[in-house]
Each structure stands twice: as structure tokens, then as C-alpha cells.
């Protein structure tokens, strides 16, 4: 199994929820409304008056034979709408119950 | 879930909300009733107390004054003032508006029982009347007839009064003019005297002869039968053959000293419609009737009642005064689609997009209709204050859903979904649409805790705008979004018209936008010559419009309806006064081709005609009413007009005294009162003459007329007690015989067809036409001889001493003079105080400015100390906002250029400050620092993204350029319409329109460049004194 945690622009949530349905990916864990910027430019997500925007996180384990299926949604969709700002890594998982 | 996930995601039920609030205001719109002005309510208490017998003075001393000490302490009283005359004291109390009349009058009665028990035995009763603005008459109508004029007091009482009076809402119709029937027993003194007969005797005689009497009743048999005598007169021949006396012992019939004549009242008030003798009707309405809807009763009943009426009875309005606040209304209507049409259109060309324009525009009816809500359920009317409200808030209600939408579609540009678009960026902006609108808040509210007049005005205003500005944020907030969500798509495809239409457009505001970045790029860098030429432009415009600012109180409205009362001599006959209201009345017919009628009454009212009496009549008084028709169909106002009647009446050396009324209550003329305190009678009437004469003299005024009449020359017959008591008759007796000789004996009615006419008997005319008959009166003693008036009593011409009028307790002569067109309130204030400055006054008596002038000093203190509230509240909120002292403090300064804008705005229009100017002022405290905010805001989120402070401000300007102008374009077109409209009714809100077009318009191009400049210099002082604080914090480590 593989880990992916994807941060993202609060904005996607929906996008990305029928993204992980699409590559047969039910489960996840979500933070709503959290804090975070990049390291590579781009927005920071503050949700203050000088950033307004919020982001959401995803934590999601998925089998890996759609994990680079998902990383190439992610990352077309992160392309198509740049500003928006998308980040997503992912991790082997040694065990699991 | 937070709101705008809520909304967005139940687009059924928010759109659902907003069309029930929609769907109730439309709801209450249709119920609501029209007005010119907001409910005023009664301010006014009159107390009327008789002493019969007692003088002026007399009143004054033992009725006026110990009712003045006593009502004195009655709480909120404004003023007091009274009128002692023969006979009668009239105290009238007037009291700040808004009050609970009922309350008071409850007081005033309190008072009134502790103060009556001091006065003298032989004193009335004291009777309140509560008097108010809707006690004036609704509307006039004149009614002539040919054939019929005879019969027409029972015409119209029976066909017209009746069914009129059962319409809803009306209060009060009173005939004039219609000859009353009346039988005149006229005697011939002579043959009464030779006989032995008085008056006296054949009116008593003729009562007693004319009885219907029931009997009881008998049984006959086993029926019961009721006995009656009926012998009142059938017919007033019947008259002639009733025996008033005998003489040795010869039966004397009345004809054998008198004849009848079944004919009309003596004295009449004549009334003449378009020169055609009639009558007029008089119709008030009750006190919470509304005129529209009363007025609307009155013409549907008009119809019917004049089928029922003889064909030669001619029914015509001669004034109507439903017509004047329809066309007003519809004036302000028209004035709402326009601004709305206006703002439509600004929207659209910004935004270039239809489906955003849609969106935004659709909260304008929304907010505007749920205010409307409000007016119903508080009872409210639509009035020229609510209107002008709604068309204030047009402008600005889009605001909220600009930012709004604004946002949504740059979060969607950037490639967010509209729907998780609409609810992020809505969550984004929603604190500072919130803060904006409380800023407009603290403007609007704080007006609906003004009291007086001016409270009156603007709690709806305040209200009205309050309510809008909440529903238009509650629908930035849900509405907006939701429709966002539907309706906005991300990457529109545009047409090719769309392309053809706003590619020019967008150039020329990005050219803009470029153009202002650069002026704001040096203004930032030349910080001390910006701030320079600002203060100097305020300085300037200060120094050059303060001198010549003219003030006023509230502008005066074209009602297109004038009301003339002149004033002969006393004692001039009634053929004189006759024959010169017909002179006039064809004169002006001839020369003003915009009078449309033209009435005139003269003569003495009747008793029983309560609105003919209350006003001035009599033989030497002609009052006429002219109707000028609306004001878009003629040239010259009705201002112009009424000084061409002043002037004409000017020149006419019989007129004693005129009085060309040009409207009644609110907005009629401006005028200046002078009122002069002091007891000594002489005294006061010189100096009111005196300043009467200068101020005629003047161009500033068009009339002035000062209260107190001259003393007006009377017969009086002075009886000597000690020859009266040798013939055994009392002051009492003989008094009243006078009068039953010139003024008739009613001891009995002729009865026919349910009605009573009076029958009097009294001296023939002819015997009553000089000093000599009244000498040769024939009185009887006790022993029933007969005694000449001459020989018991001296017929002296004197005269009789003016009514006295005081004020707040002392006395008073009041100046009245009506300002000429074109000349403002305070022009005229400033020519009279030269006068009072320069006139011989001595120390014991006072003169001082009241009217319009007190008014309008009591609105402009009372509004000045809201404008200092309301710019501390808006700095409250908006501190809170930034959370800083400073940055609020920096848009502040846009406040001082709204009032150059203002300033400069009424001395190019030619207008004076008014109320509704300085309304106007204070909402541009809350609209001018907007723009401040929105810059502002973004420069600081510039700053705070790493900008230094010279580019953040530049790049702020440059963004913010477009939704500045935007929301300025709307709220100053908005504006314009009123300002420069003409229709029925505009003098009233076009300087509420100028004000705020001109204080938004200067103060943001004003502020555009000075509040980033003076932003820039402070927050870079600011770094600087921090970075020196961290230097030396680290040279101390």
C-alpha cells in the first residue's frame, strides 16, 4: 500500500474527492480549513487578511497499482489551474491493520 | 457548515427566501398609501376661553395670564402663544414634533383644572382642541348654478355635503356662499310705534303662533286616538295674517306693520368660481385619513352625486390636493427607474458580463422592496423622505454584491469550480462587506434617534437605508453566491459583438488605471507638494465659498396653487369690496394665462360655516384661491407669479393689508419673522412699522406683513345708566333691544321638507342705514313708554383696540416677510438683523429672528452634533476593522473634501445649505470613506505580502482603480437624476441629490491620490521611528 498526502487549495475538494473515486479509491482522512504554504512559490493558504485563502489536506492509503494513476490526475489538474496551488507526496506503507 | 456553504448548497431554499421577501414587499407596495411628508402628527393644542363682556386687556390681564402661568410648566412645550380679544383668549401650545399628543393633552387638561378655579366666576370653561398640518383643507370645490341658485344650500347640503361626508376619511365639509334661506319679518319702527308693538313682541307673538303641539292621546270605543294641534306655519304668506296686537281695540295683523319676504340671509359671504357666482365647498379630511386615498373617495362619489344634481348645478375642483403629491410621487418614481436604469448600465459596462450584471442588479428591487415592508408595517406612507431614501440607497446597495462577485470570479479566473468558488471568496471578503455596511450603519442609524421635526424627516430615511444596506448584505452573502454558483462558468465564451463593444472599454480603463499608477507613482515620491496642494484647495474653496454661502431651512416646493386674502379699510361696504375682487379677478384672469380657476369669496362667513370662520372674513376682506396648474406645463413658477400679484397689489392704494400665499404648511415660501417683545403698545407698533418699512424696501422680500392689526373704528352706543334705571330698564335690556332691532329676533324656525330656516324680525333696511337710525331706536321703559336711543344714550364713532398677541408669556407684534425669488433664507435674515441693528430700540423691549430661521438653527445645531456622532462612530467601526488607529485615521481625511465637493457643489448650482444638504453631508461621511477602505485595505495586504510601502500603494491604486470608479459611478450617477431633476416636486430633493453627487464626485478624485500619498508617508515614518528603535535596541545590547 502506498500513502499519499495531498495538500491543496480548499477550492479543489470536490475535484479531488471524484478524482480518488475515479482510481477506485474510497477511503481518505481530510483536514478542513487548514494553514500551509509552498516551498516552491506560489500562494501561501493562510486564511489571514493578507492571505485569505485556506487549504485543505488529504491523507489517503491506496493500493499501489493506482497510485501513479492518481499522481498523474493530480498533477494534470494541478497544471490546468496553476494559481490554485496542489501538492501531493506519497510513502510506502510497511504494515497496516 | 458555514453560511455560504449553506447557501450555496440550497439554492432552493435561499432563492426561495428572498422571493417571499420579494414577493411581501411587493405585497405591502400595493397597499401602501401616499403623502407628500411623513405622518407629522398633531403638535399643536388649542385652549379657547370666553369672557363675555371682558376687553382685550381684560383678557389678557384675568384669563391670558394666570392660563399662560399655569400651562407654562407643561412638559415639552416649545412655544406659547396667545391671542386675547374681545370676548375671547386663544392660547395655542405648540410642541416639538413626535410627541404623544395624547399625553400632553392630558396635561394641558391637568393644568388647565388647577388654573381655572383662580379665574373670575363669569369665565367659560376652557375647550382644547388638538390642531394639526392635516387639518387643512383636501380639497375645494366651487358649485354654480342658474335656475337653481335659490335652492342651492339645500341642493348641496341634501345632493353633495351628505353623500360626501359618508365617503371614508372625510372629516369635515362646510358650504359657503350658497344664499341660505331665511324669512325677514322687516317692521317699519314707525308703525310699530304708533301702535305700541316692539320687535320683541311680534317675535315672541310669531313663536307662539307657530306650534305644532301633540295633545295625548283618547280612547273612543276600543280604539285610541292620539290628539295633536298643528298649526305651525305651512307658508310665510300664513305670516302675514297673524295678529301681533291690537289698538283700540282693532285687531293689527302683522302685514299692517311689517312685510315678509321669504328670501335669503342678509349678510352672505359671496363666493364667484371663473367670475360665476356660487358656492364653495370646503372639504377636510380626518385628522389619520390619507389625502390620496380621501381625495380618490371624494371623485368616485363626485360622479355618482352628479347625475343626481339639476343639470344647470355645475360642480367644479378648484383645488385638489391629492394632484400635487400624486405627481410628486410619480416625479420621485420615475426618478427611482431612471437610477436604477443608470446603475444597470455602469455595472454592465464594467463588468462586460450580463450574467454578473443580472446578478448584482437583482439585489437593488430586493433590498429596495423589503424596505418597503417596513414602511407598511410601521404604518409609513410613501413620501418624498422614503423615496428619496430609496433612491439614496440604489446607488449603493450593488457595492456588496460588486466585491462579492468580483471575488468569485477572480477565484474562478484562477480555476476554481463556481460552486467551491463562490463559497471560498465569499468567506474571504465577508468580513470586510460586513464592516462596510456597518460603517453605513453608523451613518444611518444614528439618524433615527433624532427628535423634532428633523426626526420626524429622517427616522424613515435612517430606517429605510439601514434596512436596505442588511438585505443587500444578507444577499451578498447567501443570494450572490448561490447565484454565482449556477450562473457564472468558468473560460465564457465571448461574442464577437461582446468583443467588438468592450474591447475599447477595457482599453480605456486599463489605460486609466496605467495612467493613475503613474500620478500615484510621483504623488508617493513628491509626498509634501501633494499634501500642499490639497490643503490648499480646501483652504481655498473654504475661503472663497464661506463668505457667500447662503442658508436656508427647507426648500420651497411649486404646489402650483395660491391663496390671496386682501384687505379694504374696515367698514368698506360690500358693493365695494365686490366690485374690486371682480376688477382683480378679471385683471388676473386677463394677465396670468396660467391661472386655470380662480375663486374669490368676500363678505361675512356664517357662523355655522366652521372653516369660513376660523379664517379672516369679513365686508372688507376678499380671499381668493387660483389653481396654476402643474409645473411642467407652465413658464413661470409659482413663486414669479405670486410677486406679480404682490406687486400689483402693491400699487393699489384702497388695499390696506394682502397676503399671497403660495402653499401651505411644509415647503411653502421661506419666510422671516421678526418678533417684537415688549408691553407698551405705541412703542411696538413704532418700531414694527419702522422695520416694516425698510424691509417693503428691500429686494429680498416680496411682502411683509406685520400681525398686528390697527384699531379699527366701531359705533358704539354708550347708554347713560341713571336715564336708563328713570325708565326702569338695565344695560341688559336695552343692549338687547338694540340688537333685536339691527341685528333681528330668531325665536322661531319656518319648517318645511324636515329642514328649519330661521324666521327674523328686525327693522326694515331701510331703517338701519345711518348714525340717525340707530339714534332713533325705539326702546321701551318698564311702564312700556317709549324712549328714543337719543335720549338715553350717546352714538359715538370710536375705536377699538387691536387683539393683543403674546409669546412665551410676553408681548409680542411679529414681522412677517416672504422672501422674493432667488434670494436664500439667511440673505434675508442678514438684511433684517441690519435693521434690528440699526433701529432706535429701547431696553425694555426685545426683537428677535423666529420662523423659518429658529427652525432651520435648532435642525443645523441638532444635525451638526449627529455629524460629529456619526463621524466618531465611523471611525470606531473602522479602527476595529483595520484594527489600528492610524490607518482609519489616514481615509478620514477624505471627510473634509466631501464638504469642499458640497461646497463647491451649491455655490455652482447657486443653492443655499439646507436640512436637506446637510443630510446629504452626513451620508457622504459614510460613502467617501468607502473608497478610502477598499484602497486602503489592499494596500496594506500589499504591503503585508512583502511590497515596500511606495509599490504596494501604487500597485493598490492601480487595482483598486476599477472597483473605486465603479462603485462611485454608481452611487454619483445614482445621484443625478435627483439632482438635476425638474418634475413635481424636485426643489424638495435636488439639493440632497447635488450635495451627495458633488462631495462623492470631488472628495474621490480628491482622495484618490491624497489618501495613498498621506498612507505612504505615515507608514514609512512609522518604519522609520521602528527601524530606529531596533538600531538602538541593538546598540544597547
Known amino acids: ?97 | 457548515m458555514s453560511l455560504y456553504r449553506t447557501s450555496v448548497n440550497k439554492p432552493v431554499t435561499v432563492a426561495l427566501i428572498f422571493i417571499t421577501v420579494a414577493i411581501l414587499g411587493v405585497f405591502s407596495l400595493m397597499r401602501l398609501s401616499t403623502n407628500l411628508f411623513p405622518d407629522m402628527g398633531e403638535n399643536t393644542i388649542i385652549v379657547v376661553t370666553s369672557y363675555s363682556g371682558a376687553s382685550a386687556a381684560d383678557i389678557e390681564t384675568n384669563v391670558t395670564k394666570p392660563l399662560e402661568n399655569s400651562l407654562n410648566s407643561v412638559s415639552n412645550l416649545k412655544h406659547m402663544s396667545t391671542t386675547s380679544k374681545e370676548n375671547i383668549s386663544v392660547i395655542s401650545l405648540e410642541f416639538e414634533y413626535g410627541i404623544d399628543i395624547a399625553e400632553a393633552t392630558n396635561d394641558v387638561r391637568d393644568k388647565l383644572d388647577i388654573a381655572t378655579q383662580a379665574l373670575p366666576d363669569a369665565v367659560s370653561t376652557p375647550t382644547i382642541f388638538k390642531f394639526s398640518m392635516e387639518d387643512m383643507p383636501i380639497m375645494l370645490m366651487s358649485a354654480t348654478a342658474e335656475e337653481s341658485l335659490n335652492g342651492l344650500d339645500k341642493i348641496l347640503d341634501d345632493k353633495v355635503a351628505t353623500p360626501l361626508a359618508r365617503v371614508n376619511g372625510v372629516g369635515t365639509i362646510s358650504v359657503s356662499g350658497a344664499p341660505k334661506r331665511e324669512i325677514q319679518v322687516y317692521v317699519d319702527p314707525d308703525k310699530l310705534s304708533a301702535y305700541g308693538i316692539t320687535v320683541e313682541s311680534i317675535s315672541s307673538t310669531l313663536a307662539y303662533e307657530n306650534r305644532n303641539t301633540p295633545a295625548g292621546t283618547i280612547d273612543i270605543g276600543s280604539n285610541t286616538y292620539s290628539v295633536r294641534v298643528e298649526k305651525e306655519f305651512k307658508s310665510a304668506e300664513e305670516m302675514l295674517n297673524v295678529i301681533v296686537g291690537s289698538y283700540n281695540n282693532a285687531p293689527i295683523y302683522l302685514k299692517d306693520v311689517a312685510t315678509v319676504n321669504d328670501g335669503e340671509q342678509e349678510r352672505l359671504q359671496k363666493v364667484f368660481s371663473n367670475g360665476q357666482q356660487g358656492a364653495m365647498l370646503t372639504i377636510q379630511k380626518q385628522t389619520d385619513a390619507n389625502t390620496v386615498q380621501v381625495v380618490k373617495g371624494i371623485k368616485k362619489e363626485l360622479k355618482k352625486i352628479q347625475k343626481d344634481l339639476p343639470s344647470d348645478v355645475q360642480l367644479n375642483i378648484i383645488i385638489d390636493g391629492s394632484i400635487n403629491i400624486i405627481d410628486t410621487i410619480n416625479s420621485l418614481k420615475d426618478t427611482i427607474m431612471i437610477t436604477f436604469l443608470v446603475v444597470m448600465a455602469v455595472v454592465f459596462i464594467f463588468l462586460g458580463r450580463w450574467r454578473a450584471t443580472v446578478i448584482i442588479v437583482l439585489s437593488i428591487p430586493i433590498s429596495l422592496v423589503a424596505s418597503v415592508i417596513y414602511l407598511f408595517a410601521t404604518g409609513n406612507t410613501l413620501n418624498i423622505i422614503s423615496m428619496s431614501a430609496l433612491t439614496i440607497a440604489i446607488g449603493m446597495v450593488v457595492d456588496d454584491a460588486i466585491v462579492v462577485l468580483e471575488n468569485i470570479a477572480s477565484h474562478i479566473d484562477k480555476g476554481a469550480k463556481p460552486k467551491e468558488a463562490a463559497v471560498h471568496a465569499t468567506q474571504e471578503v465577508s468580513i470586510s462587506v460586513i464592516a462596510s455596511t456597518l460603517t453605513m450603519l453608523a451613518v444611518f442609524l444614528p439618524l433615527t434617534m433624532v427628535d423634532g421635526i428633523i426626526g420626524i424627516f429622517f427616522k424613515q430615511l435612517g430606517w429605510i437605508v439601514s434596512i436596505i444596506m442588511i438585505v443587500s448584505t444578507s444577499a451578498a452573502l447567501t443570494l450572490v453566491p448561490m447565484m454565482c454558483s449556477k450562473m457564472l462558468k468558468q473560460n465564457p465564451r465571448s461574442h464577437r459583438w461582446h468583443k467588438i463593444l468592450f474591447t475599447p472599454i477595457n482599453k480605456a480603463l486599463d489605460g486609466l488605471s496605467k495612467g493613475y499608477g503613474h500620478v500615484i507613482a510621483w504623488a508617493v515620491t513628491h509626498r509634501k507638494s501633494v499634501v500642499f496642494i490639497a490643503l490648499a484647495i480646501f483652504v481655498a474653496t473654504i475661503a472663497l465659498t464661506i463668505p457667500n454661502m447662503k442658508t436656508e431651512y427647507l426648500p420651497s416646493m411649486d404646489q402650483g396653487r395660491l391663496s390671496i386674502s386682501i384687505e379694504l379699510p374696515v367698514g368698506t361696504g360690500e358693493n365695494v369690496t365686490g366690485q374690486l375682487a371682480k376688477e382683480l379677478h378679471d385683471k388676473y384672469k386677463a394677465e396670468i394665462p396660467e391661472i386655470k380657476m380662480l375663486n374669490y369669496s368676500y363678505g361675512v362667513a356664517d357662523e355655522d360655516n366652521a372653516f369660513a370662520s376660523m379664517n379672516n372674513n369679513g365686508t372688507h376682506i376678499i380671499s381668493m384661491n387660483a389653481d396654476l396648474g402643474r409645473k411642467s406645463e407652465r413658464n413661470r413658477s409659482t413663486q414669479q407669479i405670486a410677486e406679480y400679484i404682490r406687486e400689483d397689489l402693491k400699487g393699489n392704494p384702497i388695499i390696506k393689508k394682502y397676503n399671497v400665499g403660495t402653499g401651505m404648511g411644509m415647503g411653502g415660501a421661506a419666510t422671516v419673522k421678526l418678533e417684537i417683545y415688549g408691553y407698551d403698545f405705541t412703542t411696538s407698533d413704532r418700531i414694527a412699522n419702522a422695520l416694516r418699512e425698510d424691509l417693503v424696501n428691500t429686494p429680498q422680500f416680496s411682502q411683509v406683513i406685520v400681525s398686528r392689526d390697527e384699531y379699527t373704528p366701531e359705533y358704539y352706543v354708550d347708554f347713560d345708566r341713571e336715564k336708563l334705571k328713570l325708565n326702569g330698564i338695565d344695560i341688559t335690556t336695552a343692549s338687547t333691544m338694540v340688537r333685536n332691532r339691527i341685528n333681528g329676533s330668531v325665536m322661531t324656525f319656518f319648517r318645511e321638507d324636515g329642514d328649519e330656516y330661521n324666521i327674523r324680525v328686525r327693522y326694515a333696511p331701510e331703517f338701519r342705514q345711518g348714525i340717525d337710525d340707530i339714534e332713533n331706536i325705539i326702546l321701551y321703559g318698564s311702564q312700556g313708554q317709549s324712549i328714543r336711543v337719543k335720549d338715553v344714550a350717546k352714538v359715538v364713532e370710536g375705536m377699538t383696540p387691536p387683539k393683543i398677541e403674546r409669546k412665551d408669556r410676553e408681548r409680542v407684534v411679529t414681522i412677517t416677510g416672504i422672501l422674493a425669488t432667488g434670494y436664500a433664507l439667511s440673505e434675508g435674515v442678514e438684511v433684517a438683523q441690519e435693521f434690528i441693528e440699526k433701529a432706535e430700540i429701547p431696553t425694555e423691549f426685545m426683537v428677535k429672528i423666529g420662523g423659518d430661521y429658529e427652525n432651520q438653527q435648532d435642525s443645523f445645531s441638532g444635525l451638526f452634533l449627529l455629524l460629529v456622532l456619526i463621524i466618531i462612530l465611523v471611525y470606531v467601526v473602522m479602527a476595529s476593522q483595520f484594527e489600528s488607529l492610524l490607518d482609519p485615521f489616514v481615509i478620514m481625511f477624505s471627510v473634509p473634501f466631501a464638504i469642499t465637493g458640497v461646497l463647491i457643489g451649491l455655490a455652482v448650482h447657486d443653492m443655499a445649505l439646507g436640512v436637506m444638504a446637510m443630510i446629504g453631508i452626513l451620508i457622504l461621511v459614510g460613502i467617501v470613506v468607502k473608497n478610502g477602505i477598499v484602497l486602503i485595505d489592499y494596500a496594506i495586504l500589499c504591503h503585508d505580502r512583502g511590497m515596500d510601502i511606495n509599490t504596494a500603494v501604487i500597485t493598490a491604486s492601480r487595482q483598486r482603480l476599477r472597483p473605486i470608479l465603479m462603485t462611485t459611478l454608481t452611487t454619483v450617477l445614482g445621484m443625478v437624476p435627483m439632482a438635476i431633476g425638474t418634475g413635481e416636486g424636485a426643489e424638495m430633493w435636488n439639493g440632497l441629490g447635488i450635495t451627495v453627487a458633488w462631495g462623492l464626485s470631488i472628495s474621490t478624485l480628491i482622495t484618490l491620490i491624497l489618501i495613498p500619498t498621506l498612507y505612504a508617508a505615515f507608514v514609512s515614518r512609522r518604519e522609520r521611528r521602528h527601524a530606529r528603535k531596533a538600531v538602538k535596541l541593538n546598540d544597547e545590547n
Open chain 1, 1 to 97: 500500500m502506498t500513502g499519499i498526502f495531498i495538500a491543496y487549495n480548499q477550492a479543489y475538494y470536490t475535484e479531488i474527492i471524484e478524482l480518488l473515486e475515479k482510481n477506485y479509491s474510497k477511503g481518505f482522512t481530510r483536514w478542513n480549513e487548514i494553514s500551509g504554504r509552498g516551498s516552491r512559490g506560489g500562494e501561501p493558504h493562510m486564511g489571514s487578511h493578507t492571505w485569505p485563502t485556506f487549504n485543505d489536506a488529504i491523507l489517503t492509503f491506496v493500493e499501489d497499482e493506482f497510485v501513479d494513476s492518481i499522481l498523474n490526475d493530480l498533477h494534470e489538474l494541478d497544471t490546468k489551474t496553476e494559481e490554485l496551488g496542489l501538492r501531493a507526496f506519497s510513502w510506502k506503507i510497511d504494515k497496516t491493520i
